[in-house]
T-cell receptor
Framework: QKEVEQNSGPLSVPEGAIASLNCTYSDRGSQSFFWYRQYSGKSPELIMFIYSNGDKEDGRFTAQLNKASQYVSLLIRDSQPSDSATYLCAVRGWAGNQFYFGTGTSLTVIP | DAGVTQSPTHLIKTRGQQVTLRCSPKSGHDTVSWYQQALGQGPQFIFQYYEEEERQRGNFPDRFSGHQFPNYSSELNVNALLLGDSALYLC?????????????FGEGSRLTVL
């Protein structure tokens, strides 16, 4: 079983819509969760991290965490064509030094 | 403020050869992690260096080795290259004392093994 699983997509949404990206993880002891955005041919860049159950909002982005269900999601409101990228979910390992990444979900925002 | 820099950006090797990839961390960062990202996959943790020592290692064979220098820069060495080693190799730096978990990635070194 993979440590972190994501729907690889592709996910297409019209401009202005809400994009919903989902991620599940296997290690119930995991404490910190990260969303990275990766444009084609570029390196990943951090969008948000979340440690506590519930929602965390930053501008158009909202991360949601449910540790009981081992589920993390990222909502992108008012999606823009510039949001078109692959979104990687990452979970920090118990030792704190290793991050487990999902395979990423490809998002396309259609103008 | 220079971010994470990696070299070379692209390289082509043949099976059995050896390769060395280099990374300079973001200014102020003391920890360097290396990840392998195969096409269409997420990054996979190779190892992490802190205080010039390998602090943790992922599930990679001993053909993969590394080093960290006193100025915090790092090298990744891969011996006896296999076709399956073809991937984007990402270096990520962080500041150990801050410990937020945020990784700053370089643009990567794309290795093709023929």
């Amino acid at each position: 079983q993979k440590e972190v699983e994501q729907n690889s997509g592709p996910l297409s949404v019209p401009e202005g819509a809400i994009a919903s990206l989902n991620c599940t993880y296997s290690d119930r002891g995991s404490q910190s969760f990260f969303w990275y955005r990766q444009y084609s041919g570029k390196s990943p860049e951090l969008i948000m991290f979340i440690y506590s159950n519930g929602d965390k909002e930053d501008g158009r982005f909202t991360a949601q965490l449910n540790k009981a269900s081992q589920y993390v999601s990222l909502l992108i409101r008012d999606s823009q064509p510039s949001d078109s990228a692959t979104y990687l979910c990452a979970v920090r390992g118990w030792a704190g030094n290793q991050f487990y990444f999902g395979t990423g979900t490809s998002l396309t925002v259609i103008p | 403020d220079a971010g994470v820099t990696q070299s070379p950006t692209h390289l082509i090797k043949t099976r059995g050869q050896q390769v060395t990839l280099r990374c300079s961390p973001k200014s102020g960062h003391d920890t360097v992690s290396w990840y392998q990202q195969a096409l269409g996959q997420g990054p996979q943790f190779i190892f992490q260096y802190y205080e010039e020592e390998e602090r943790q290692r992922g599930n990679f064979p001993d053909r993969f080795s590394g080093h960290q220098f006193p100025n915090y820069s790092s090298e990744l060495n891969v011996n006896a290259l296999l076709l399956g080693d073809s991937a984007l190799y990402l270096c990520a730096s962080s500041w150990d004392r801050l410990n937020t978990g945020e990784l700053f990635f370089g643009e990567g070194s794309r290795l093709t093994v023929l």
